[in-house]
């Protein structure tokens, strides 16, 4: 059964860039052909961040898109989140999702908590 | 790209059954019969409940339901057990290639 685990600096300076990463195992990552990141501020709802391809390219919600990027890496079966030019307004826990077909998420990592804080 | 809209909270008796609704719009709920729902309890990730609008996965109990009619999707649960307490999100795909989340509702099993 494959298994989700998020990972990167609980704590990112404003201005900064926020870096995640997300394992998967007991599984490929080829078992699916896409893989979303997906954040829940504090008290409040989910907000769709982006997602990665694997043939080919990602694709990210439209009000994040200047900031996003993400990536995979096949050889060491994770995939990551960059978040450039953060604010409090940031700060979040972040999922790594994947993506059943079509159009839903059917295995959630537990999800990290980042802060945006000087 | 606005959130769809779900009620802040519902609530019912052990053995009854509840509704939640989902609003959307033309540029997700309506167009796309692709909603699905999303069982979170605190501190945890969110849980698939129902994809494809209607469609339950493995081990998601019968109890769970969905259903759409026009520009409002709906997840009932019937036989209300204290288990079924938490939040409940629904979620679209939307133009542009996009998700769209529901605003969540919080369950209560009086």
């Known amino acids: 059964q494959v298994q989700l685990q998020e990972s990167g600096p609980g704590l990112v300076q404003p201005s900064g860039t926020l870096s995640l990463t997300c394992a998967v195992s007991?599984?490929?990552?080829?078992?699916?052909?896409?893989w979303s990141w997906i954040r829940q501020s504090p008290g409040k709802g989910l907000e769709w961040i982006g997602e990665?391809?694997?043939?080919?390219?990602?694709k990210y919600h439209p009000s994040l898109k200047s900031r996003v990027t993400i990536s995979v890496d096949k050889s060491k079966n994770q995939f990551s989140l960059k978040l450039s030019s953060v604010t409090a307004a940031d700060t979040a826990v972040y999922y790594c999702?994947?993506?059943?077909?079509?159009?839903?998420?059917?295995?959630w990592g537990q999800g990290t908590l980042v802060t945006v804080s000087s | 790209q606005s959130a769809l809209t779900q009620p802040a909270s519902v609530s019912g008796s052990p053995g009854q059954s509840i509704t939640i609704s989902c609003t959307g719009t033309?540029?997700?709920?309506?167009?796309?019969?692709?909603v699905s729902w999303y069982q979170q309890h605190p501190g945890k990730a969110p849980k698939l409940m129902i994809f494809?609008?209607?469609k339950r996965p493995s081990g998601v109990s019968d109890r769970f339901s969905g259903s759409k009619s026009g520009n409002t999707a709906s997840l009932t649960i019937s036989g209300l057990q204290a288990e079924d307490e938490g939040d409940y999100y629904c979620?679209?795909?939307?133009?542009?290639?996009?998700?769209?989340f529901g605003t969540g509702t919080k369950v209560t099993v009086l």
């Open positions: 033309s540029s997700d709920v309506v167009n796309y019969n692709l």
């Open positions: 494809e609008g209607s």
């Open positions: 007991g599984g490929s990552i080829s078992s699916s052909n896409w």
């Open positions: 999702a994947r993506n059943g077909e079509p159009c839903y998420f059917d295995c």
């Open positions: 979620c679209s795909y939307a133009d542009s290639t996009t998700y769209v």
């Open positions: 990665i391809y694997l043939p080919g390219s990602p």
